[in-house]
């Protein structure tokens, strides 16, 4: 197919001038009949480079998604686009009928999960018809050194290679080397079928900080960011004990989810995020895979991810749509402590490999450099050196060269018996003599009191800084001892840096209030807010989330460039043929009264 043919196709269907990123390339290879990997970042468009395919090629798209969420969100949107897709799944009461429309070649996209598509029978339903492509979404669920890795999707191989001429397309955000070259393997993709779009999200700023109290931390980041949020929390008891309070706090709409609740208040909740504007939940890390919702404004973390794959994974569910979001994460040292302590856990042969990953983490938010470029070159990239949008980048902290401290700290943690907390360390090296301390001739150790009262207040810091990186590690009875490269420090073989954290200025937080980062209408456009309502009226009547029927960014645009006609209305970034004749003149009516 020609180039002008795709691209018009593209405009007609989806309202697109021009391809983003590597888009075009991977849509080239599957209209050639090639298999690929396609590694793009989350809302770089990769669903499109299955739906337009499928929408020119003569046959079915069979599209693996891990979940039903996810499923009947690609269908909304695939619908409203004009896009004839449907799903098998358990929550499914039209299954005859979708099996019927398939059979009849009505379909140009069938989403099925991994547990039904490597099953035998599935297989036989798939010869009844012409299938153009199999595209396998989140394929680092196929890999088990990915880090959502998901056993059936090992199963899907002998159905694609019964098939062996119909191409297959996977698709993921997240996937180091180790993993990409494991999804190639087990999907029998060639080499040179990898494409990779890089892994920047540069709309998202990265701020990692301590965790000293998440509520009013978190409540700070809701007061910046109007639109909808996602809070992960690590337990159930702790997504709706900071739900609770953070509605008490802010008077926003915040609701939990987790797989303890009900299942109808569960799905209510989510339902009631997805259609919202600025409802925020707060839910365990179960939550998010399954939710295309582009006007996501931030992402923040309760306490650390369980991996950097994760952790870019789950914050790039903020700003798919392009526009200004954060990513918040709190930390505190007991998380790596208690991931660090899991690893016992994990099959011997991941041990490693799970270790590397959690030490990665650590650096991440132990680090004085640009988060970004941590980030990008842990998937491979060579990134500028700062990037401009995150915490450190924006307000450096200062770095201090804290190896003989860590010494000292060591130390104390090695005489003392490797038994007891910091706080008693810290009385130790700052000579603060207590009843205890004397009672264990602590007093009499050469560490007492070797730490000066100018660098005391460097303690704190740098023992959260030895817990993150696995040097210090708490015993079961509440004390510290010394693991990792505790004992290379002690030889002085390597050298121990902290960062801390930049003084806010004076009255800094009271400037540039009046539109937050990522706020839908910066300038406070009044035809902007007046789109924005008549879309949430067409959203609700047809019962679908209002970023299906347009994207902020597409009323932007109408706001700026007011059309005129239905012909330059169809000129809007977004605006295909089907949601043109759908919506086209009750938009114009509005922009006329403007």
């Not at 396609?38 to 480079?49: D, F, I, R, Y």
């Not at 018809?129 to 990915?146: K, M, N, Q, R, Y």
């Not at 937050?516 to 047809?542: K, M, Q, T, W, Y």
Request: contains cysteine.
């Amino acid at each position: 197919m020609t180039a002008p043919a795709i691209l018009h196709q593209l405009h007609a269907t989806f309202g697109f001038s021009a391809f983003r990123g590597v888009q075009d390339q991977v849509i080239d290879r599957v209209l050639a009949g090639q298999s690929t990997l396609a590694v793009m970042p989350t809302g770089a468009g990769k669903s499109l480079t299955y739906q337009l395919p499928a929408v020119m090629l003569p046959g079915t798209c069979v599209v693996v998604s891990p979940l039903i969420a996810l499923m009947h969100d690609q269908l909304r949107s695939a619908a409203a686009n004009g896009i004839r897709a449907a799903s098998l799944t358990s929550a499914d009461m039209d299954r005859e009928a979708t099996i019927e429309r398939f059979r009849g070649g009505e379909l140009d996209l069938l989403y099925v999960a991994p547990e039904r598509a490597s099953q035998p029978h599935f297989r036989e339903l798939l010869s009844q018809a012409p299938v153009t492509l199999f595209a396998i979404d989140e394929a680092h669920c196929v890999s088990e050194w990915g880090h959502d890795f998901r056993p059936d999707y090992r199963l899907l191989r002998p159905l694609l290679d019964h098939f062996g001429d119909i191409p297959r397309l996977a698709l993921t955000a997240t996937a180091d080397a180790h993993t990409r070259a494991d999804i190639l393997a087990q999907l029998g993709i060639p080499e040179d079928g990898l494409i990779i779009a890089g892994f920047d999200r540069p709309n998202i700023r990265y701020v990692v900080n301590h965790r000293d109290n998440p509520v009013r931390q978190i409540v700070a980041l809701m007061t910046q960011q109007p639109g909808p949020g996602i809070v992960y929390a690590q337990t159930r008891k702790k997504v709706e004990d900071l739900a609770d309070k953070l509605a008490a706090a802010t008077g926003r709409t915040v609701l939990p989810y987790h797989a303890g609740l009900d299942p109808q208040v569960r799905s209510a909740n989510q339902a009631a995020f997805v259609a919202s504007e600025d409802t925020v939940i707060v839910a365990t890390v179960a939550f998010g895979m399954g939710i295309d919702k582009p006007d996501v404004r931030f992402v923040a973390h309760a306490g650390v991810p369980k991996s950097i794959e994760a952790y870019y994974q789950e914050t790039g569910r903020a700003g798919r749509d392009g526009d200004a979001a954060q990513a918040l994460m709190l930390w505190a040292a007991d998380d790596f402590a208690r991931a660090r302590q899991r690893l016992s856990e994990v099959e011997e042969h991941r041990r490693a490999n799970e270790r590397v990953r959690l030490d990665a983490l650590a650096l991440l938010v132990e680090t004085a450099g640009c988060r970004r470029a941590l980030l990008l070159r842990h998937f491979g990239e060579d990134p500028p050196d700062k990037c401009g949008n995150c915490d450190n980048c924006l307000e450096a902290p200062g770095v201090v060269d804290a190896t003989q401290l860590a010494q000292k700290l060591l130390s104390a943690a090695y005489r003392t018996g490797q038994a007891f907390g910091f706080g008693h360390l810290e009385k130790v090296l700052t000579g603060q003599g207590d009843e205890r301390i004397s009672q264990r001739g602590h007093d009499q150790l050469s560490v007492f009191g070797i730490v000066p009262s100018e660098e005391a207040h460097l303690l704190r810091p740098l023992a959260r800084a030895l817990q993150a990186r696995g040097a210090l590690v708490p015993t079961e009875h509440g004390g510290l001892a010394l693991g990792g490269d505790a004992r290379d420090i002690l030889k002085g073989e390597i050298p121990v840096l902290i960062a801390l954290a930049a003084k806010p200025e004076r009255g800094r937080g009271s400037r540039g209030r009046r539109a937050a980062p990522g706020a839908s209408n910066p300038v406070g456009d009044p035809l902007f807010d007046a789109l924005r309502e008549l879309r949430r009226e067409i959203a609700s009547e047809a019962g679908v989330p209002p970023y299906v029927v347009f994207h902020d960014s597409t009323l932007r645009e109408m706001a700026t460039q007011r059309p005129a006609s239905l012909a330059a209305m169809g000129e809007i970034t977004g605006v295909g043929a089907r949601k043109l004749e759908a919506h086209g003149d009750a938009f114009l009516n509005i922009i006329r009264q403007f």
